[in-house]
């Protein structure tokens, strides 16, 4: 099968929102008090951003270079991350409602930005109507089908035990879920939970109905203006047909659809053509932080994160290029292209903090995002230095007062991008490594008759690096300025098609053959 992704995604430039967190606007009024802006954030607290709110910051992620947003899910929920969805068919009254988001999509499109949004299928919200219904109703319910019931105990009159915990509160405070992840949630709860959190039902996609109402929530919201969709957990609903059907009829109402996947590990059968475009490149994120972030990694919080943890060790510049070549082999470069390369997200701990908040760590590593094939996507506030450790507190609000944003961290993002965005070989070229040794590490892209070669050094101290620039001899290796860093020295390819850059410590360069 051909491998067909969308050709905008290779210019773009992703900016991830977790819209309760980013920005508010006075347009919305809330129904109730909410959280202080600026005070740490909690499980269950809301802040009180909305859509309304993004589309004024609009201008502000234009100058910042980025061309497409991600939006975590937006439909209305219970819970502050919306993970929770009780009604697929409306935007969060709390953001706006679908008026905010039909205003927050003609303004990114008027701007020549896209915007995605996220898609929880795999579960819903025990709020959602047709869960309520069985709630309600139990065996007689029409929607007995739609999850994993214990239809015997359905049929037996069995309760289904949806708050577990909430008869604990008579005379004392609340009691939350009573949460065991012990896969025995179907016998405790009469339905199976995702990761047995009650508040989690899973969907039964092979019930005919069920299935039909997702597919029809993914064609509406496309049809509304979407330009794509992020999948949440899409492993868990184990079943190629129904994203080959998911891919379909979301194709054929937006060709140019982007559809990425949250699947942690490499996963080639996943984007063969049937399925996904991409996925969320954690892998390579992963590695980055190994190179880039080697000998400054905030250990406790690192090791206390169930995928970085076990994935994140130091590397130096040959391990890092053996491991990049990999990843870049992994899928049809069709694919390559279009990974959606972040850093962090709303599901780690922040890079920031992760690297305890060295700044050449996360220079490099943004160098490195903005230079490797697929779309780099930066999580709201990174460019600006803002920290965060394990959920909730990877979840701050965006500071409002500028004189907390880090501005050495944010021009270094800007020139960054504005580097890919002039040079066509970073976004559409292909990849080569060019040379490795102790911190440091040289890669090619190529376009055609541009080339630009990308040199790192991730060590403590000075590395001449020997770049191999096969038929280039005598070409000159002309430095690209980036705030805040040395730009290198120029220098000549010799007859060999060889080339000796010398990096400072924890520093990077880009050069334009010519």
């Excluded at 909410?34 to 910051?57: A, N, S």
Aim: net charge negative; hydrophobic share 40%.
């Amino acid at each position: 099968m051909p491998i067909d992704t969308p050709d905008w995604v290779r210019d773009a430039v992703f900016y991830q929102i977790f819209p309760d967190r980013f920005a508010s606007s006075d347009r919305v009024v809330k129904p109730g008090p909410v959280e202080p802006w600026d005070t740490p954030p909690t499980l269950y607290g809301f802040k009180g951003g909305d859509l309304p709110g993004v589309v004024e910051r609009l201008p502000y992620l234009a100058a910042l270079g980025i061309t497409a947003l991600y939006l975590t899910p937006v439909f209305a929920s219970a819970s502050n991350h919306r993970y929770h969805t009780y009604d697929y068919l409306q935007v969060d009254p709390l953001l706006g409602a679908d008026a905010a988001l039909r205003e927050l999509l003609d303004a990114a499109h008027a701007r020549g930005m896209r915007v995605v949004l996220d898609g929880v299928f795999n579960h819903t919200g025990r709020g959602f109507w047709p869960f309520h219904h069985v709630v309600e109703n139990g065996a007689a319910s029409p929607y007995r089908n739609w999850f994993h019931f214990d239809q015997a105990a359905l049929d037996r009159g069995v309760p289904i035990l949806a708050y577990p915990g909430a008869e604990n509160r008579a005379g004392g405070p609340p009691v939350r879920d009573e949460v065991r992840r012990d896969g025995r949630s179907l016998q405790r709860l009469g339905y199976e939970a995702w990761w047995d959190l009650p508040a989690l039902p899973k969907v039964n996609t092979d019930d005919p109905a069920a299935r039909e109402f997702i597919l029809s929530v993914a064609e509406q919201w496309i049809r509304f203006g979407a330009d794509g969709w992020r999948l949440d957990v899409p492993e868990d609903i184990d079943d190629p047909a129904f994203w080959a059907e998911f891919r379909r009829r979301v194709r054929a109402i937006n060709p140019e659809a982007y559809l990425v996947g949250e699947i942690w590990h490499v996963a080639p059968d996943w984007l063969k053509g049937d399925r996904f475009d991409a996925l969320m490149n954690y892998p390579l994120a992963e590695a980055i932080l190994s190179f880039a972030g080697a000998g400054h990694f905030n250990e406790p919080v690192l090791r206390a994160h169930d995928q970085y943890g076990p994935n994140v060790h130091p590397m130096d510049g040959p391990a890092f290029a053996a491991r990049l070549e990999t990843l870049m082999t992994a899928y049809d470069p069709n694919v390559v292209a279009v990974q959606l390369n972040l850093l962090d997200s709303h599901d780690s701990p922040r890079f920031h903090t992760l690297v305890g908040g060295d700044r050449a760590s996360y220079r490099l590593a943004m160098l490195l995002q903005a230079t490797l094939p697929g779309a780099p996507c930066i999580y709201y506030g990174d460019e600006i230095g803002l920290e965060g450790g394990l959920d909730p507190d990877n979840r701050r609000s965006f500071p409002r007062d500028e004189t907390a944003w880090d501005r050495e961290v944010l021009e270094y993002v800007r020139a960054s991008l504005a580097l890919r965005r002039d040079e066509a070989a970073l976004r559409r070229g292909s990849f080569r490594v060019a040379g490795a040794t102790g911190g440091g590490l040289a890669f090619e892209r190529a376009l055609g008759e541009e080339r630009v070669a990308v040199a790192l050094n991730a060590a403590e101290a000075e590395v001449s690096l020997d770049v191999e620039l096969p038929g280039a001899a005598g070409c000159r290796l002309e430095p690209r300025a980036l705030p805040g860093v040395a730009a290198g020295t120029a220098t000549t390819v010799d007859a060999t098609g060889h080339a000796r850059v010398t990096l400072t410590a924890r520093s990077g360069a880009v050069f334009r053959l010519v």
